[in-house]
């Protein structure tokens, strides 16, 4: 079973650039995450998607941060201006359904805004 | 006070030690607990799954939840070169919510 694929890997931009991350989930899992995780620190949640619609977008810095899944499949974060503190690995995650207690997570887009 | 407490280390063991990974958490209504053990420049992969209290074993590791302490640990027996990596310990009250994590705890085992 093929896992949580995202992309790019790996992304250097200079501050108010902006950028973009994909991601594709475990086929058939309806819940879909994006975690930002900060060197040193654990995964904080920025949203989370159940099939298309938004069910927590409450850490989310609307702001300069955005995301949308059209077709309850493929998730877009797209940051825009980006700033120095962005820099971060950003984590999506699926899971199955509703029961959102087994996340699966993708290998991350890390990136380094300088 | 956060709502997950983790200790960061690092955490140097020899190779066929017993290690003791801890958690604290604020929330009574957490009841879904979950370690995460992260490889450098690796997304988390799900370690151990626990519902409520109790313990649960899978080979080398045992998890065990006390809610009424809000305390939750990771236990590695014999531990491996290949242990080495940072132990994250995750949370939540209901299904269908998202994970809370804490920061983390690296752990390194020399051969």
């Known amino acids: 079973e093929a896992g949580v694929a995202q992309s790019p890997r790996y992304k250097i931009i200079e501050k108010r650039q902006s950028v973009a991350f994909w991601c594709n989930p475990i086929?058939?899992?309806?819940?879909l995450y994006w975690y930002q995780q900060i060197l040193g620190q654990g995964p904080k949640l920025l949203i989370q998607?159940?099939?298309?619609?938004?069910?927590?977008d409450s850490q989310l810095p609307k702001d300069r941060f955005s995301a949308e899944r059209l077709k309850g499949v493929d998730s877009t974060l797209k940051i825009q201006p980006a700033k120095l503190e962005d820099s971060a690995v950003y984590l999506c995650?699926?899971?199955?359904?509703?029961?959102?207690?087994?996340?699966?997570f993708g290998e991350g887009s890390w990136l380094t805004v300088v | 006070q956060k709502e997950v407490e983790q200790d960061p280390g690092p955490l140097s063991v020899p190779e066929g030690a017993i290690v003791s990974l801890n958690c604290t958490y604020s929330?009574?209504?957490?009841?879904?607990f979950m370690w995460y053990r992260q490889y450098s420049r690796k997304g988390p992969e799900l370690l151990m799954y626990?519902?409520?209290?109790g313990n649960k074993e899978d080979g080398r590791f045992t998890a065990q939840v006390d809610k009424s302490s809000k305390y939750i640990s990771l236990f590695i027996r014999d531990s491996q070169p290949s242990d080495s990596a940072t132990y994250l310990c995750?949370?939540?009250?209901?299904?269908?919510?998202?994970?809370?994590f804490g920061k983390g705890t690296t752990l390194s085992v020399s051969s």
């Open positions: 998607f159940q099939n298309n619609g938004v069910v927590d």
């Open positions: 929330n009574s209504a957490f009841q879904y």
């Open positions: 995650a699926s899971s199955f359904g509703s029961s959102g207690n087994t996340i699966y």
């Open positions: 995750a949370m939540s009250n209901q299904a269908g919510t998202a994970l809370i």
């Open positions: 626990t519902y409520s209290s």
């Open positions: 086929s058939g899992h309806a819940t």
